[in-house]
């Protein structure tokens, strides 16, 4: 019972490279989201999608793009990192779009810009 | 815009004592739930309790309980017999019924337990 894996789990990327974070889940949920945890600033959505192929901007969607290619996977992606992006990142899903149903974490990855 | 508030940066409570963690939203949404969500110093997120917007009755799961007052917009976490594992950072999160569903969460609220 996997539930959401982030991978990698931490990272040192030098300012200007880029990477691709992947989450991926087993369960069969619809909406994956992503979070990016600052202190002092709780989560803040990054980009979400509520099916394959579909993806949205969140709050702070600016200097990532995202793809949901397959209903499992949800990428985020760095083109050129910046140092402001150094944070935690999280994927999250949910089954339903009941509100009722909380959202199932992966671990996290932490992220270091330098 | 949804908005949810938690004013107590950190908490300090003794060992087997209640502990209420303030919690306030603001939404123009008519349906939503409320959740809070713990966050021990190993840094995965577990989902603790969850009240709806049309529930009459305050929601409890084992010592958890939420104090939910609509007229006030608050969703109060309130923890009894407060345990050692208990201290973490606590978030306090809404779901609405538009905009894909996502979730907002506050600040957070860091808990300390006191033997």
């Known amino acids: 019972n996997a539930g959401v894996t982030q991978t990698p789990k931490f990272r040192v990327l030098k300012t200007g490279q880029s990477m691709t974070l992947l989450c991926a889940q087993d369960m069969n949920h619809e909406y994956m989201y992503w979070y990016r945890q600052d202190p002092g600033m709780g989560l803040r959505l990054i980009h979400y999608s509520v099916g394959e192929g579909t993806t949205a901007k969140g709050e702070v969607p600016d200097g990532y793009n995202v793809s949901r290619l397959k209903k499992q996977n949800f990428l985020l992606g760095l083109e050129s990192a910046a140092p402001s992006q150094t944070s935690v990142y999280f994927c999250?899903?949910?089954?339903?779009?009941?509100?009722?149903?909380?959202?199932?974490f992966g671990s996290g990855t932490r992220l270091t810009v330098v | 815009a949804q908005k949810i508030t938690q004013t107590q940066p950190g908490m300090f409570v003794q060992e087997k004592e209640a502990v209420t963690l303030d919690c306030t939203y603001d939404t123009s949404d008519q349906s939503y739930g409320l959740f809070w969500y713990k966050q021990p110093s190993s840094g995965e997120m577990i989902f603790l309790i969850y009240q709806g917007s049309y529930d009459e009755q305050n929601a409890t799961e084992g010592r958890y309980s939420l104090n939910f007052q609509k007229a006030r917009k608050s969703a109060n976490l309130v923890i009894s017999a407060s345990q050692l594992g208990d201290s973490a950072m606590y978030f306090c999160?809404?779901?609405?019924?538009?905009?894909?569903?996502?979730?907002?969460f506050g600040a957070g609220t860091r808990l300390f337990v006191k033997a």
């Open positions: 999160a809404m779901r609405g019924n538009t905009g894909g569903f996502k979730t907002i």
């Open positions: 999250a899903s949910s089954y339903s779009r009941t509100l009722n149903y909380g959202y199932t």
